[in-house]
């Protein structure tokens, strides 16, 4: 697969692009406007200059890199030709549904649809489509460019061919592909929501400050980033989310999420991305 399209120019569709594009890649990064595309390669850009300022690429390299990534607002057009369309817009199934049933109108039959879903039923997703063995979830980390690992989710259609495509360019990407099959959260944040979630109930009844949870967590756990700050850096309202679809998924009561977390994400406190979470980051 040599032609990629990613659909959606934030942090996550960029990173995609970017890794898609080192890796040599043509890419061309999909979104609804000039400003957002322009934002997105003015990242790219960015962090690709840090390996230059460091010394582990040249400007020409740099430019290499860019230069295979092609900013478009016209999708139907960049889809026509794709061999694999990857979606990263928001984490909303209408949204996903509503792109997937329209991407399998446009794009070549034999073209994989891949989904960078947090937690959505891949699935649900493949129903929209009339190519549902073609449809697959690659989970990318983030920060993109320097996490190895892909969670690439096989909803109940996905064909062994289709995982085997998918594998192959996420090896292509300098990634570790590792495979899950179609549960709500699949691995990564079925495990890591309620350990966040847990830690903000700590906060919420009073157990010690936020510093101390955090604390005790990155010494006694051996974690990079406490909690409270890993929520943060993801987003109070992507957390909050994957909650949701955790709780409605498995309906079990142990995935609530913690009041203090919807009412911080009803207050517009999303965390870095806002200025304000856990922590204060306008200074």
Same mark, same amino acid.
């Given at each position: 697969?040599?032609?990629?399209?990613?659909?959606?120019?934030?942090?996550?569709?960029?990173?995609?692009?970017?890794?898609?594009?080192?890796?040599?890649?043509?890419?061309?990064?999909?979104?609804?406007?000039?400003?957002?595309?322009?934002?997105?390669?003015?990242?790219?850009?960015?962090?690709?200059?840090?390996?230059?300022?460091?010394?582990?690429?040249?400007?020409?390299?740099?430019?290499?890199?860019?230069?295979?990534?092609?900013?478009?607002?016209?999708?139907?057009?960049?889809?026509?030709?794709?061999?694999?369309?990857?979606?990263?817009?928001?984490?909303?199934?209408?949204?996903?549904?509503?792109?997937?049933?329209?991407?399998?109108?446009?794009?070549?039959? %034999?073209? +994989?649809?891949?989904?960078? !879903? /947090?937690?959505?039923?891949?699935? #649900?997703?493949?129903?929209?489509? @009339? =190519?549902?063995?073609?449809?697959?979830?690659?989970?990318?980390?983030?920060?993109?460019?320097?996490?190895?690992?892909? %969670?690439? +989710?096989?909803?109940?259609? !996905? /064909?062994?061919?289709?995982?085997? #495509?998918?594998?192959?360019?996420? @090896? =292509?990407?300098?990634?570790?592909?590792?495979?899950?099959?179609?549960?709500?959260?699949?691995?990564?944040?079925?495990?890591?929501?309620?350990?966040?979630?847990?830690?903000?109930?700590?906060?919420?009844?009073?157990?010690?400050?936020?510093?101390?949870?955090?604390?005790?967590?990155?010494?006694?756990?051996?974690?990079?980033?406490?909690?409270?700050?890993?929520?943060?850096?993801?987003?109070?309202?992507?957390?909050?989310?994957?909650?949701?679809?955790?709780?409605?998924?498995?309906?079990?009561?142990?995935?609530?999420?913690?009041?203090?977390?919807?009412?911080?994400?009803?207050?517009?406190?999303?965390?870095?991305?806002?200025?304000?979470?856990?922590?204060?980051?306008?200074?």
């Amino acid at each position: 697969m040599n032609k990629i399209v990613v659909i959606g120019g934030g942090t996550m569709g960029n990173g995609i692009a970017h890794t898609a594009a080192a890796a040599g890649l043509d890419v061309s990064l999909v979104d609804v406007t000039e400003e957002i595309l322009r934002r997105a390669v003015s990242t790219i850009t960015s962090n690709l200059q840090r390996g230059v300022d460091k010394g582990k690429m040249t400007a020409e390299e740099r430019d290499a890199v860019v230069g295979r990534i092609r900013p478009t607002i016209d999708m139907n057009g960049a889809v026509a030709d794709a061999d694999i369309v990857i979606e990263a817009i928001i984490e909303k199934l209408e949204a996903k549904t509503q792109l997937f049933e329209t991407l399998d109108g446009v794009a070549r039959p %034999e073209c +994989i649809l891949a989904s960078n !879903t /947090s937690s959505i039923s891949i699935t #649900k997703i493949a129903a929209a489509t @009339k =190519r549902p063995d073609k449809v697959i979830g690659m989970h990318f980390m983030n920060p993109v460019p320097v996490m190895t690992l892909v %969670e690439v +989710i096989r909803g109940i259609a !996905t /064909s062994d061919d289709t995982w085997l #495509k998918v594998e192959d360019l996420a @090896k =292509r990407m300098g990634k570790t592909p590792i495979e899950v099959n179609d549960y709500p959260g699949f691995i990564s944040n079925r495990v890591l929501m309620p350990m966040i979630n847990e830690a903000i109930f700590t906060l919420y009844e009073g157990v010690a400050t936020r510093e101390a949870i955090d604390g005790v967590m990155k010494l006694g756990m051996n974690h990079p980033m406490g909690p409270l700050t890993l929520a943060d850096f993801i987003g109070l309202d992507v957390c909050l989310a994957i909650l949701r679809v955790l709780e409605e998924g498995f309906g079990d009561p142990k995935y609530r999420p913690c009041p203090l977390l919807v009412k911080m994400v009803d207050a517009g406190w999303l965390g870095k991305k806002s200025g304000r979470g856990f922590y204060d980051y306008r200074k």
